[in-house]
């Protein structure tokens, strides 16, 4: 029953992408080294920059509430959806893009999956 709650949030969260509002200013910012993907699903800032803090919140806040749907739909908890919605952000995560990975910005060269 895990392993098929485990796949429902994923196709769930595979549909739900779009949602997460990854519009042209999240991109420039990845791109620019501005923010990142961290282990616990959400973004975070690897420069600190009040306009770039916005929108990290932002997104922050609608995964988190779209992350919590998915937890109560599949009953499971909050910490598992975020942990495969990491995996998922991880393994997308382009060359050249960072990752939060011990607590050290790791500017991405290849897929990596996020630590437990």
């Known amino acids: 029953m895990k392993t098929l709650s485990s796949i429902l949030v ?6 739900g ?3 997460l509002a990854l519009d042209l200013d999240l991109d420039q910012a990845k791109a620019q080294g501005l923010v990142g993907e961290k282990a616990d699903g959400y973004l975070g800032l690897v420069v600190k920059r009040a306009d770039t803090e916005k929108l990290v ?8 509430s779209i992350y919590i ?9 909050l910490e598992q959806v975020q942990s495969l919605a990491a995996e998922k952000s991880f393994s997308k995560t ?7 990975i011990n607590d050290v910005w790791v500017k991405q060269v290849a897929p990596v999956t996020p630590p437990h």
């Open 94 to 100: 382009q060359p050249g893009h960072y990752l939060l």
């Open 57 to 64: 919140n932002e997104i922050n806040a609608k995964r988190k």
């Open 17 to 19: 992408t779009p949602a």
């Open 10 to 15: 994923v196709c769930c969260f595979l549909i």
């Open 69 to 77: 749907e998915l937890a109560k739909k599949n009953n499971i908890t």
